[in-house]
């Protein structure tokens, strides 16, 4: 009897190992070969229906290796134009971690695919990314070894125009340049820049072997006849990656790559940078010479990801490291280009034209100039809506943006190294205010105009006369509450933090109120603990948040209206000096102009305005060098910093209360 159940057993078990087998196998036999988990797959009909049609590619999955690269249904919504089947398939069964530099095609001439990554790991094939997920490892009937991988854009091989009699096959760089009339590349011409190319005889820079990428500016490009003389071999050099291809939708944007012209005493880099939907190529001069000055051209990619046999090309709309133009004209440059719908400052442009074009006539005029150019995204902010009519309006915030001088970013570091870092726009009323943070590759630029702080996005776009730094908000528009200021502002953050203690920040949010609010910047708090050590470590551990909360209510003044610098600088004159109303009680001070200054003198302190008149959308910022502070104001006895300790002593007590009475009952 026992023998028989321990038979019975082990049969089951049996049956049941053969059925988890069945289970797991059943995907598999479902979908015994490629083709026919291509045919049962709805998302990738559309190139199941292309590769049955094609003779080449049917022999090919019925009786060798091979590797499929497979768009999805979506990725040919996207796609214009003939869909090259034998351009998605190789002839070696290869999965994601065997995928080499290059992957040789079935198509004619058998031009290569090109394998990249991203910063963030993903493969791509060319432009196309892979979806890892989705790849797939099986056996066709004749036992061989084929592997599917599924891609987020249709490959386009370099193909020739319809009425092309020559062949061109799988042409490199300088055949594409030599040939570029008789091949698929749209309405776009290479002739002026394959004459210097000739002319500077750097056709083997073309030619080399390896794994490129080829910068070619299009006619359209050289409209100003002087602009081809301008190219010569360090030129043609600066449009050229050596060994590392890339395609735009796997670049690392704004991650510099060194070019051919890399030398001792000529430095070019080359990046990509992204804007509104458009790609854009940008060489950066770092060292220049007698022919070639320093500074950043922007070119814009009008045909991207061309594959030849030893890399890939970029249609540029302009030549790059060349500097030929003004500022004005590089910003009527946008009105110019043929695809204006998406030109990087089209916005900017259209805004300047909008309001009578007065404002281009005079940076004409200037000698020098530095415009801080919004981005096209930038002026769809909501916050301008109620003025972007406003003509007068628009034109003293579009004055704003303008500074009569060259002003490139190492000389705002400058600035900043010696603590000038605010700037007169060209009315030379109101000021910027730069502020840089982090380092090397993480440094970011900040600039302040009228209550907005926006980010240099592209910095040092450089011009005959000066720069260009797009940025990506529109100065001078409010759009934020003083709660909102304080805390995006890195250079009023220990106010904030100071706030935070005592909950003494969320009143900031209220709308239904007017704030003029006398801010201390962290270098303000910084000359306090050298001045006021005491005070100074006090207010910031948060055992002092009462006092700290005191101390601000003091800099808070609420009242029906907000206060300009030049209105309290009208009051004193009548009065001699002003009250105004705080959250606690009142402020009195003086506020009085010096050399064209504001300065706030209070308890026989002047204290310098940094910056005046930051508009938010509830009040007033007036960021000060130093806050409204003394010694006295935080005392270690009495309320000052022993409250807590008070407190404390308070709860202990009440506790020996609370369990004398519970011993008395029980």
């Known amino acids: 009897m026992f023998f028989h159940k321990c038979t019975t057993s082990a049969a089951v078990v049996s049956r049941l190992q053969a059925l988890l087998v069945l289970c797991i196998a059943l995907p598999t036999l479902a979908h015994s070969t490629i083709l026919e988990k291509l045919r049962d797959d709805p998302d990738l009909s559309q190139f199941y229906s292309l590769l049955e049609q094609n003779v080449v590619a049917n022999y090919t999955l019925s009786l060798r290796s091979c590797t499929l690269f497979v768009p999805t249904n979506e990725a040919f919504q996207r796609h214009h134009g003939n869909t090259h089947v034998l351009y998605h398939i190789a002839t070696v069964a290869m999965s994601q971690d065997q995928l080499s530099k290059t992957i040789i095609t079935d198509m004619d001439g058998n ?6 990554k991203n910063r963030n790991g993903d493969v791509y094939i060319n432009n196309a990314r892979i979806i890892p997920s989705l790849s797939v490892v099986l056996s066709n009937a004749a036992g061989k070894r084929q592997v599917m991988h599924v891609i987020d854009e249709v490959l386009v091989p370099l193909t020739t125009l319809s009425t092309t009699k020559t062949d061109i096959i799988n042409p490199d760089a300088f055949q594409f340049l030599q040939q570029a009339d008789l091949l698929n590349i749209g309405e776009n011409r290479l002739r002026t820049y394959r004459s210097q190319v000739t002319v500077m005889r750097k056709e083997s820079l073309y030619q080399s072997p390896g794994y490129h990428t080829f910068l070619i500016p299009v006619d359209e490009g050289f409209k100003q006849t002087t602009r081809s003389s301008l190219v010569d071999n360090k030129v043609i050099d600066g449009h050229v990656i050596l060994n590392n291809v890339i395609f735009t939708s796997a670049a690392q944007m704004e991650t510099p790559q060194t070019t051919a012209a890399f030398e001792d005493n000529l430095k070019v880099t080359v990046s990509f940078y992204e804007s509104n939907g458009k790609v854009y190529a940008k060489s950066n001069t770092i060292i220049g010479d007698g022919k070639h000055a320093s500074g950043v051209v922007l070119a814009e990619i009008v045909k991207a990801n061309i594959p ?34 998406n030109g990087a400052l089209r ?22 100039v530095t415009i801080l150019a919004p981005s096209n995204d930038a002026w769809n902010a909501s916050s301008l809506n109620n003025i972007i009519r406003n003509r007068e309006k628009m034109r003293q915030i579009i004055n704003m943006h303008i500074i009569k001088e060259r002003l490139n970013v190492e000389k705002i570091r400058q600035k900043n190294q010696n603590m000038i870092a ?42 005959t006369n000066g720069y260009v730094h797009i940025i990506d908000k529109v100065l001078g528009v409010p759009y934020t509450t003083v709660f909102g ?25 209220n709308t239904q109120r007017r704030f003029t609010y006398f801010v201390p910047r962290d270098k303000g708090w910084q000359k306090t603990e050298i001045d006021l050590p005491s005070a100074h470590k006090k207010l910031f551990m948060k055992d002092f948040a009462y006092h700290s909360k005191s101390i601000l209510e003091r800099h808070l003044v609420i009242a029906d209206r907000a206060f300009t610098m030049k209105d309290l600088v009208a009051m004193t004159a009548e009065s001699d000096s002003i009250v105004l109303p705080t959250f606690r009680d009142s402020l009195k001070v003086k506020v009085e102009e010096e050399a064209g200054r504001y300065v706030i003198i209070w308890n026989y302190k002047k204290i310098n305005v940094y910056r005046p008149d930051v508009e938010c959308t509830n009040g007033i910022i007036h960021v000060i060098d130093y806050p409204l502070l003394e010694e ?18 308070y709860i202990l007590l009440a506790n020996i209360f609370m369990l004398a009475i519970a011993k008395f009952l029980y």
């Open 111 to 116: 031009p290569p695919l090109y394998v990249t």
């Open 422 to 463: 605010q700037v007169p726009t060209v009315d030379n009323k109101t000021f910027l205010y730069f502020n840089i943070n982090g380092e090397g590759s993480n440094q970011t630029i900040t600039v302040e105009g009228g209550g907005v702080n926006a980010t240099l996005v592209q910095a040092d776009v450089t011009q």
């Open 308 to 341: 030849v046999r030893n890399g890939v090309v970029h249609l540029i709309h302009r030549p790059l490291m060349v500097i030929d133009t003004t500022v004005a004209q590089f910003l009527q440059s946008f009105k110019l280009m043929d695809d204006n719908e």
């Open 485 to 509: 200021k304080i805390e995006s502002d890195p250079m009023l953050s220990d106010t904030f933090k100071l706030g935070q203690f005592s909950n003494f920040n969320e009143q900031l949010n």
């Open 347 to 368: 916005k900017f442009y259209e805004v300047i034209m909008d309001i009578g074009g007065e404002v281009l006539d005079d940076i004409n005029n200037m000698g020098e």
């Open 632 to 649: 006295k104001d935080v005392v270690v006895g009495g309320i000052g910093g022993s409250y807590q300790i008070q407190e404390n002593i």
